[in-house]
């Protein structure tokens, strides 16, 4: 046995079973995978095998000592994209794609949040490369410097050839049409392991990107019709009576709707919200059937949901990796339609996600990022602006966006309520929980900290005129707390979190206040994100059929009462299909025997992620005339920020700088428009 490891081969096959297991034992300690049977567990098992072999075998091709340094250098490099994903997953319950690494230009803001996730016990994982690297050292000088006989990695990359092709027809028998029909990476986790999830990753992203490039003016035609069917007509009497009216949008980060009315240590923990929920003379309507539907871009697929109602990707985020494509998005709409000016205020810089070339895109006027605040350091926690000197800030510019004669649509998004829930003692009001899940834990003060700015704000409002005549809506943008803290929440909320609790605690709350209109108190209709477009420009008088999207109007007696979640995932009124499970609503029972009714809801919703995935991937809305005059969007009319050299603050019009224009005009020759499709 000694001499067989003093060997390359016998080196190679250490190095090969040490990775295995360790992977293994990630899978099995970090990742909610869902195993349900034998064969499921037995792939679980044998998956990282493939991978293993094949990409340590590439280093038996490497000539004397250096086969052992390519194998611990490729050893490093697959433990680090697994380590990355493990950290990635504490947080996010999902795993690393090839679009999240084009969001490098987050990582600074994120750094906080990212350690908070590092565990003590992490060192173990690195136990394998120690132990390789010393067993290099000792034996490194029996080997020969010539290169092994070619039959032997051969053989290697052979086997796991084989091991991959046993691997995959076992998993399409207990999965059918697995690498074609899922919408779910955790299925291609389970079955294949993370290693081969990155390959089928890259290639499913290099297809994506070649869809922009084949796309014609006809591939709209079906997407198009689609869309016009699913159409709800909208409320008579809501139709049209917020026209011309201030709109103020505000973005509650990672606030799930069962806060709403929770107690902690016998108080509210949100009072304010609660008040606007229960008190009808506040004027605001609740919809507490409200679900996100975003996936990996979180708060930038809740704006990219909001302001198009089209589906977020299901890797990435459009906002990174389709920045550039052309949108008919809200702003843009209210504009051309309605001569409204369009701004966003954040407490973070531009750049985060993209935004400061995405919103030029949608046709947003302004973007008030953290230039125009003060970020001092009694200002700033976790991500960014904490929400109360956000909010304070933010009134003069909404007032400065009312003294001109046209309407505005402004969105705040707020920050302080983001993991990991960082807050100063002297401004936490609440004592946290004691779960002993310090995330968890932590969660119930924010929310309440972010409860009282809201509180401060819409007073701030009413004070500078702005509140009575303005239409107001808060939303959820997605969940603040992962199945991956499901111990701590079931004892929070005293109930076992199943699955289909767990679809059921993606409910964000969505509450609306239109003047003139009296509030329906609580709403229990069912409705997404997705939602929210066509319901404003009903709202506005603006006929949303015009347009493509996939939400309907949730006044509207025509509104589809289902809600696709962006895995495949879905809920109606009575029943609930995840995880490749049907619950009954009431019960929280699965059911044993899906009726037709719900495997025809099962391939429209398919069928509906799908079209809008064409749709974005293709960017297929440059061939799309919603209108006889729209205006097709130029971004580069926009410039946001200020510059210190110029005047502070000042507003930059849309437009303003001639220069920029002329010198960004000959990047947009090659944008196509052709005329509406026939409907």
């Keep these: 046995m000694k001499k067989v490891l003093q060997t390359k081969m016998g080196f190679f096959f250490v190095a090969a079973t040490l990775l295995w297991l360790k992977s293994y034992i990630i899978y099995v300690i970090e990742f909610n995978l869902d195993i349900n049977n034998g064969i499921q567990s037995f792939l679980l098992f044998i998956n990282p095998i493939s991978s293993v072999l094949i990409f340590l075998g590439i280093a038996l091709f490497a000539r004397g000592k250096k086969a052992g340094i390519w194998i611990i250098v490729i050893d490093f490099l697959m433990s680090l994209f697994l380590y990355a994903n493990v950290v990635f997953y504490r947080f996010n319950n999902d795993y690393i794609t090839l679009p999240t690494l084009t969001q490098t230009s987050n990582f600074g803001s994120i750094g906080g949040s990212i350690i908070s996730l590092i565990e003590w016990y992490d060192i173990f994982y690195s136990i394998d490369l120690i132990l390789l690297v010393i067993l290099f050292i000792k034996t490194k000088h029996h080997w020969s410097g010539e290169r092994l006989q070619l039959r032997k990695p051969v053989l290697v990359l052979m086997a796991g050839a084989i091991a991959f092709s046993v691997n995959l027809s076992m998993a399409e028998a207990d999965r059918p049409q697995l690498l074609k029909r899922t919408f779910d990476r955790n299925y291609i986790v389970k079955y294949l392991g993370a290693y081969n999830f990155a390959i089928y990753d890259a290639i499913q992203n290099i297809k994506s990107s070649s869809q922009r490039v084949l796309a014609d003016s006809n591939d709209i035609v079906e997407i198009a019709d689609y869309t016009k069917d699913k159409f709800a007509e909208p409320n008579k009497e809501l139709f049209g009576v917020a026209k011309g009216k201030n709109i103020i949008k505000i973005h509650l980060e990672s606030f799930q709707s069962f806060l709403i009315d929770y107690e902690l240590h016998g108080e509210e923990v949100t009072p304010f919200l609660n008040s606007l929920v229960h008190n009808k003379e506040e004027g605001f309507t ?75 895109q949608f046709g947003i006027d302004y973007y008030f990022d953290a230039s125009y605040y003060d970020m001092n350091d009694d200002n700033v926690i976790n991500y960014g602006l904490k929400d109360k000197p956000f909010f304070e800030e933010s009134i ?41 899940d310090s995330s968890v834990d932590r969660y119930f003060q924010t929310a309440r900290y972010l409860d009282e700015s809201l509180e401060q704000f819409f007073n701030d409002l009413k004070e500078a005129g702005l509140y009575e005549d303005s239409v107001i809506f808060l939303y959820g943008d997605h969940y603040g707390i992962s199945e991956n803290h499901n111990r701590a929440m079931s004892e929070l909320l005293e109930k076992e979190i199943t699955p289909f609790e767990s679809a059921n605690l993606q409910r964000v709350p969505f509450l609306i206040r239109i003047p003139g209109v009296e509030s329906q108190g609580t709403n229990h209709r069912y409705s997404g994100q997705m939602d929210v477009m066509p319901t404003l420009l009903h709202l506005l ?8 999207q996939f939400g309907t109007d949730m006044f509207s007696k025509d509104h589809k009462q289902f809600v696709p979640f962006r895995r495949g995932d879905f809920i109606t009124p009575d029943y609930t299909y995840v995880s490749g499970s ?76 001639e220069e920029d224009q002329q010198e960004q005009e000959s990047e947009n020759t090659d944008v196509i428009h052709e005329p509406k499709v026939d409907e």
């Design 541 to 548: 008088g603006i006929r949303a059929d015009d347009y493509i």
């Design 286 to 360: 609740y919809f507490d059937n409200f679900f996100h539907q975003t996936e990996q871009g979180k708060t930038a697929d809740a704006e990219f949901i909001l302001d198009n109602s089209l589906y977020g990707l299901p890797q990435g985020a459009a906002f990174v990796t389709k920045g550039n494509n052309t949108y008919q998005a809200l702003p843009a709409i209210l504009n051309q339609r309605q001569d409204y000016t369009s701004a966003v205020l954040h407490g973070d810089y531009k750049s985060f996600w993209n935004r400061d070339e995405v919103y030029k």
């Design 582 to 657: 049907y619950y009954d609503n009431e019960t929280g029972e699965v059911i044993e025997e899906a009726t037709e009714e719900m495997e025809e809801m099962k391939r429209l919703i398919e069928e509906e992620l799908r079209l809008s995935d064409k749709l974005v991937y293709g960017d297929l809305l440059r061939f799309y005339t919603p209108t006889e005059d729209w205006e097709p969007i130029d971004p580069s009319i926009y410039r946001y920020g200020y510059d210190e050299d110029e005047d502070s603050r000042e507003f930059k019009t849309p437009g303003s700088n």
């Design 396 to 436: 003069p510019m909404l007032q400065k966006l009312d003294e001109s004669d046209k309407p505005f649509y402004a969105h705040l998004v707020t920050l302080t309520h983001h993991h990991p829930y960082l807050i100063d003692e002297e401004e936490a009001s609440i004592l946290p929980a004691e779960t002993g």
